[in-house]
């Protein structure tokens, strides 16, 4: 029997397979690279949206809703105050008296956690924001509730 030598393919051939190889290889590169910019750019106007939202959420309601609470036990104390707010643009929807009469400080309670709706009804008043405090509550249709202390008389709506 005779051996028969197959054919050696051309070196061309072996040289388009590399080439073609790489060439793939160099494709599929460029398709990751443009798949990681456009999730970049996605992911980037995403947190764009997200901060704005945040802003939105840091500025106080044109109209806040609110509750005014009596926590010193001096009668007409919370009519005033309510009587002050609405002359200053707030929507008072309940008035009537704390849980108890001795509280000592004014305090501000942001319920919906916009905190800018605590600090505008604070500044309103002459409340130090350190009197706010953040009680979330979906059940309250409120943004803010005030309870007033025996510190009423300091406030603006007695000045």
Known sequence: MKETKQPRK???????????????????????????????????????????????????????????????????????????LRNHEFDVVKTENYLSFDVENTFVIDRTGNNANAKKVADALGVEYRRITKQLNEDYLLDVSLIIGKDFNKLKPYN
């Open 10 to 84: 051309p070196a061309s051939s072996e040289k388009f397979k590399i080439s073609n190889i790489l060439i793939n290889v160099l494709i599929g590169l460029l398709l990751f690279l443009v798949l990681f910019f456009a999730y970049n750019i996605v992911a980037k106007l995403t947190v764009k949206e997200d901060t704005e939202e945040l802003a939105d959420k840091n500025k106080p309601s044109k109209i806040v809703q609110l509750e005014v609470l009596n926590g010193c036990g001096t009668s007409g104390v919370a009519d005033k105050f309510t009587e002050y």
